[in-house]
């Protein structure tokens, strides 16, 4: 049996590239996920210092996890508080529904019976 190098050859460059292409994405998506703060903090810092606010170098313009979840709840509660209240009324209607395909044990049984006769 004849090997076809051509094929071998296509395939690994396929796959090699497949591998580069996930890797490469991998890092762009390493630097865009490490220095997007970095650089929205520029952005916050320029903006401040246009507005004539001074800013520290070293001054941190990020929000605390704690306190990102006391603003978050405030505005939840506050938000809720805007709809109105309404009386919640249940109505439970029973109905009397003798049969039901579902829990009929008639389709359960086969026509094993008949089959076997004949």
Known sequence: M???????????LIA??????????LAG?????????DLLHLQIRSRLRREGR????REELS??????AAIATAL???FNEQHDEENTIITIK????????????IFGISNHRQKARL
């Open 29 to 37: 998506l390493y630097f865009a996920f490490r220095y997007l703060p």
């Open 2 to 12: 004849e090997t076809d190098w051509d094929l071998i050859f296509d395939g690994l």
């Open 76 to 78: 939840y509660l506050y």
């Open 63 to 68: 929000i605390v996890g704690d306190v990102g």
């Open 94 to 105: 029973k109905v009397s529904k003798t049969y039901s395909p579902w829990s009929s044990k």
């Open 54 to 57: 001074s800013v520290e170098a």
């Open 16 to 25: 090699g590239l497949g591998y580069l292409v996930v890797l490469l994405a």
